[in-house]
């Protein structure tokens, strides 16, 4: 028996008896959780096992009755799950997200030959190795079996350096403010909103959010983050802010655009925050008026310096472009495979995951 099997309710650990970001929970089972995107961490299961900044996070997704536990990052803190032990490293990609370093306890027995068990494996979920001043910094350990997302696993995509990208963005904003409008930023509510909030100038004008972002705004904050003044976002606020000469910028998931909500915001440009950004094709096709190619996923780069940095001797690979990193790493000379997986990592269009399709759809949302 393997130490890690992909099951149809999701990776699971069978000497430890947990799934890790089970896709079809029920109330018998036990999570091990690497973030709070809506693709990881779903509702219904028993209880919950995250780092503890991820915990206020998937309390705001999941709600106030999940029953949690939560584990501190690093090795030293490792964790006894039945014969399994359980140790949580940063991954860089929101605030609390995890990478999941699991071994079989010593003394513990096992059918498999060592060779099957696979060894002492590590699961990225999604992660970014570069700081954002606001996330946690990727920590990568060595492992003889990792587990990789491979979301913008092209070579076409390698990111811009934070400053340039804080460049972009505060230029357009001053641009939008030149000609009277309110510069509205699309990005995923928890992660991506929180970064774009920090990289605007706050000297520029108000920063506001809309009621998704501004939610993930707060649990960011009750799990120790620090973030610049943002304030929701109403029609009386973004008008103020045009009154002052400051039109404001706002954060908002891509749900709302074309609704009522927005239209009553007054005069706005529209830019969407999204790795997929970096392709020409994409921004062509779409209506808004500038694309920002700001992902906090890994790029091509990032990819094969975790691959390389964790020493795997086999590399699993999952969402994505599977197959080109796949192709890639065998020819490079470790033996790697495709793992089939119903995580979606960030999705090309349109600019939303499905918790910000239900944040729209209920009472969160001011549009009616
Ligand atoms: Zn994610």
Partial sequence: MALIENTPRGLYCPAGDFYIDPWKCDNSMRA?????????????????LCSPSCEPILRARLGRTITTQSLPFGLAHELRIGDALVALLPAGHVLGSAMIRIRRAPGTTHAATPHDDGGTW??????KLTADGLTETAELCSCDTLITESTFGLPVFRWQPDAQLRLDLNTWWHQCQQLGRSAVVFAYSLGKAQRIL???????????????????????RAAGATLPEVTLATPQATSAARAAGTPALVVSPQSVDGSAWLTALGPIATAVASGWMAIRGTRRRSNISRGFAISDHADWPQLLSACRQTGASRIGVTHGYTAPLVRYLIESGTPAFELATRFTGESPQ?????SDAADAATGDSPDP
């Fill in 32 to 48: 091990v959780i690497t973030h709070g995107h809506s693709d990881h961490a779903r509702a219904g299961c028993a209880t919950y």
């Fill in 350 to 354: 349109p600019i939303m995951d499905t």
């Fill in 122 to 127: 590590l699961i990225t979920g999604d992660y």
């Fill in 198 to 220: 920090t990289m605007a100038d706050s000297s520029l004008g108000p920063l506001l959010a809309h009621p998704a972002a501004l939610s993930i705004v707060q649990a960011y």
